[in-house]
């Protein structure tokens, strides 16, 4: 499977959430923080999320402990889109876990921290998010089995699609990962 993605400076979040509100379908809201681990020997990157979702069906937040590892792409069409091959799964310790991937030479590098708002729109999933030290972002996000040029142009095209309904411009799309942004903010 393979996530395809874009994410664009806002500058209003208030006013893109009601936007997004006019259109699209609010699913809830979370709270993500990231720890990214590196391996020297082959250059991997892991990252344990601790994550606490807030959705409109239930009044309890559901807490989760991810770990995820990505083959990251970038591909340039008329903005940028980042193409991840992703694995992910959960896992009950983060304690003993941590401990296994120091062990198998893995150092912590990066910690990230995201307040989140999602909504569904079609098949994409919109967040808008507020990264400290990087300030408001929105991003989407499309699922999908294959990476052909037809579909990307496709899911790019909605992407644009979408930004343009929010009333922001292609020159705010950002090319840079947030671990690229993070690290020149430091």
Known sequence: MYEIEIKAHVNDRHKVQTILDSFAVYVGSCHKKDVYFKNNCNNLQIRIRDQENFSVQSTE????????????????????????????????????????????GFVPVLEKEKKVSTWKYEHVLIEVCTIPLLGDFIEMEVLSETKDKKTLETIHNQFLLILKKCNISETEIEDKFYSELLAEKK
Not at 89 to 102: A, D, G, K, P, Y
């Open 61 to 104: 937040p559901q807490k989760t402990i991810l770990v995820t590892y990505k083959r990251k792409e970038r591909l340039k069409t008329d903005g940028t889109m980042e193409v991840n091959q992703e694995e992910e799964f959960t896992i009950n310790n983060r304690e003993s876990f941590m401990v296994f991937l120091q062990d198998a």
